[in-house]
């Protein structure tokens, strides 16, 4: 094909496609860069930095940057993986986030992500902000504690849903995800069966009433850390 | 008037941190013993407007010693918020399992690590080899029993509940797993070892009791009422049942009484000096109300124990007070060994039945917004009531936990034996370990009365009645 490229990534050349970002190539190429906003379904944002590479000495974040022939790209660096421990576990502290009973646990990818990168307590201060707890809707639980501000829902509404459920709302660190109904979320067009209902990449967005149905050991989590299918397609 | 007061802080080797006080009168005598517990967590508030399917692998947090007792009691009251009246086969017998295999570990672990010491060396031998550490190097057999019969009731909680301590195996409803048949194999290979150990620790308690009964029989004992679940037959059920309340001579009080209702019963009490609730029997008030629960209530309350082994050995029990209620406090520690073997006889009778292996795991009802879980955990009787609202948050929250039932009881203990044996102004080291040993048949988890944390060191002060610390000691 005439649009394939070469990129370099921690020193191993691969091919790309013109038109893909540099997370796409490296999936298919079966080199994990880990990620949260990121949603293969979605348009990338760039908005959790958990994706950042160092791409011709600068860092991008690779869900948006789109590849170029030639490009040299650090992703598993000693500075990298410092910087994207930093930035989960920033994540850790800024929501209420008790693994210990969140019926996610096993199946969050913040919490696969500490796992991968060997975060056992965070390094920073807990902030243990107030958030609020949204059960209005018959059949979805927003629970505010565990949101981390990636916009998969806003975008999963918006892009696949047809519709405008969500919003940010609010600047800095009162920065949070606003439904746009009356006053919550059981105001709003949201339908059990909606994306914007199962992309949520960690406890924030649940259905209600599934709970602890699935035994541990059985959680997609038990069976393989977070990337391992990318990298399991590696030639 | 004045009193003197006298503290223990902290007390060792059980479950929590308490701190005793014992006050003296104008005389220097015993005037009262309070048992403090001073620290607080407020489950019952900070689970307000969490999922009702949350709550039994949140609450369980408040222990990690029998979690598996309030993960099923918590678990049975969210079955009734779900409206399931009665779970499948398949359900009830895993969740049986996982709560005998709760009890098998729990007991072992209280009476081999925790209570042995002082059986196997004498209440006056010296705190250094008076521990787990000097049993196993005196006693190496029976040191590696307990750690074994411990890890075997540990593996059925997490062959169960999906993990060791905390685990998330009962949701609202039923199940989220059946045994497989390779658990269930490993588990029968061991099991007839277990029972046999069950009996030889049976008979240590036993030997123990009736050798040491003229010392016993009034150390820290006093008559009491009893409380416990029993099957609507009457026999000895740890999982489910009703209440049945009996007098110190085994008349009752009120007999098969549908938990659901249990706050028309049973009442708490709140005095300044601790977090602990003082729970007693509306009927009686507080004065006589108070109750004990745990094993030596079980053994007493039951008609019948529905394993053969178990029952025999009820009889044999029975049988030192000719057939009537058990109300020597250091005979807990017999009627634990007597539940112990019972736990070892049922986890065999459920490991053989092919239900466990059953794929039906889930029940549905009609949603109800109001709802009560009883279990008989290791320690006693487990009060879990919640209210749900149509949003499905959780909105009341009410947790009666073994040990607050036992509260009064152990109050009484102590004073019991600070009566005995205090003399004068001072903390004799035989006191102190008295004090801590009265306190330990109840086998207290201070860290879920309170839905309180930490070890469980001991501090005992004494003190006059103008408030005057006239003595104090500190065991760590």
């Known amino acids: 094909m005439s649009d394939a490229i070469k990129i370099t990534i921690d020193g191993k050349e691969i091919e790309a496609q013109l038109g893909q970002t540099i997370l796409e190539a490296a999936d298919e190429a079966g080199i994990y860069i880990p990620r949260l906003c990121s949603h293969p379904e979605l348009k990338p944002i760039g908005s959790c930095r958990v994706c950042t590479v160092v791409c011709d000495g600068r860092p991008q974040a690779a869900c948006v940057k789109p590849v170029m022939d030639g490009m040299v790209i650090e992703n598993e660096t000693p500075e990298l993986l410092q910087h994207r421990r930093n930035i989960i576990d920033m994540m850790f502290v800024e929501g209420n986030h008790f693994c210990m009973f969140c019926e996610k646990s096993g199946n969050c990818e913040l919490q696969a992500l500490a796992y991968r990168f060997g975060i056992t307590a965070p390094q920073y201060p807990f902030q243990f902000p107030e958030k609020e707890v949204d059960a209005s809707h018959p059949d979805i639980l927003l629970d505010h504690n565990r949101c981390i501000m990636c916009a998969r829902c806003v975008r999963a509404s918006q892009e696949l849903d047809g519709k405008n459920v969500f919003q940010s709302i609010g ?65 | 008037m004045t009193t003197k007061k006298i503290t223990i802080e902290p007390v060792t080797r059980v479950e929590g941190h308490g701190k005793v006080t014992i006050l003296l009168d104008e005389e220097g005598q015993v005037s009262q013993a309070r048992l403090h517990i001073v620290e607080f967590r407020g489950f019952e508030r900070f689970i307000q407007g969490r999922p009702y399917w949350e709550i039994p692998v949140l609450v369980q947090r408040l222990c990690g010693i029998c979690p598996v007792s309030h993960h099923l009691a918590a678990a049975k009251a969210m079955d009734g918020i779900v409206g399931v009246d009665v779970l499948t086969p398949t359900a009830e017998k895993m969740r049986r399992l996982m709560h005998y295999g709760q009890m098998f570990q729990s007991h072992a672990l209280h009476f081999f690590h925790l209570v042995s010491p002082d059986l196997l060396f004498g209440f006056d031998a010296d705190p250094l080899e008076r521990n787990v550490i000097g049993v196993a190097q005196k006693f190496p057999d029976l040191a590696v029993q307990g750690v074994m019969m411990r890890k075997y009731g540990q593996e059925i909680i997490k062959a169960t509940a999906g993990k060791k301590i905390h685990g998330t195996g009962a949701v609202p409803g039923g199940i989220n797993k059946n045994l497989s048949i390779e658990e269930r194999d490993g588990f029968l290979k061991d099991i007839d070892q277990m029972i046999e150990w069950c009996r030889a620790s049976l008979k240590i308690a036993k030997d123990y009791t009736l050798e040491h009964i003229g010392e016993l029989a009034d150390f ?72 004990r629960v745990g094993p030596l209530s079980r053994v007493n309350a039951c008609d019948f124990i529905d394993t053969p082994e178990a029952e025999a050995a009820r009889k044999d029990f029975l049988s030192i007070t000719d057939g009537k209620p058990n109300n020597i406090t250091m005979a807990y520690h017999w009627a634990r060994m007597i539940e112990l073997l019972h736990s070892g006889e049922k986890i065999r009778e459920l490991l053989n039945d092919p239900d466990l292996q059953g ?41 009666i936990v073994s040990t607050t039932n036992n509260n009064t009881p152990m109050n009484l203990a102590v004073e019991g034996v600070a009566r005995k044996y205090l003399s004068g102004a001072e903390i004799t080291e035989g006191l102190l370990n008295r004090v801590e040993v009265a306190i330990r048949a109840y086998d207290p988890c201070l860290s879920c009365a309170t839905h309180a944390m930490g070890q469980m060191p001991l501090v005992i002060e004494l003190e006059d009645a103008a408030g005057n610390t006239l003595d104090r000691r500190v065991r760590g």
């Open chain 2, 359 to 399: 794929t039906d795991l889930m029940a549905k009802g009609e949603r109800r917004g109001e709802s009560v879980g009883l279990i008989e955990a290791p320690r006693g009787t487990l009060f879990h009531h919640y209210k749900v609202d149509e949003n499905d948050q959780v909105t009341m929250a009410n947790l």
């Open chain 1, 171 to 235: 600047r800095g660190f009162d920065r949070k995800i606003g439904v746009n109904g009356e006053k919550a979320l059981g105001d709003t067009d949201m339908a059990v069966a909606d994306r914007a209902a199962d992309i949520c990449p960690v406890g924030c967005i649940i259905k209600k009433r599934v709970g602890f149905e699935v035994p541990v050991g059985e959680r997609l989590y038990d069976k393989a850390p977070i990337g391992s299918d990318i990298e399991g397609v590696r030639s």
């Open chain 2, 220 to 291: 820290g004992s006093f008559d009491s009422n009893h409380v416990s679940l029993v099957r609507e037959d009457g026999a000895m059920d740890l999982y489910h049942g009703n209440l049945r309340a009996i007098t110190s001579t085994g008349e009752k009080i009120f007999d098969q009484v549908d938990y659901q209702g249990y706050f028309k019963y049973i009442a708490e009490e709140v005095r300044s000096w601790s977090y602990m609730k003082f729970p007693f029997i509306s009927s009686l008030g507080p004065e006589t109300g108070w109750y």
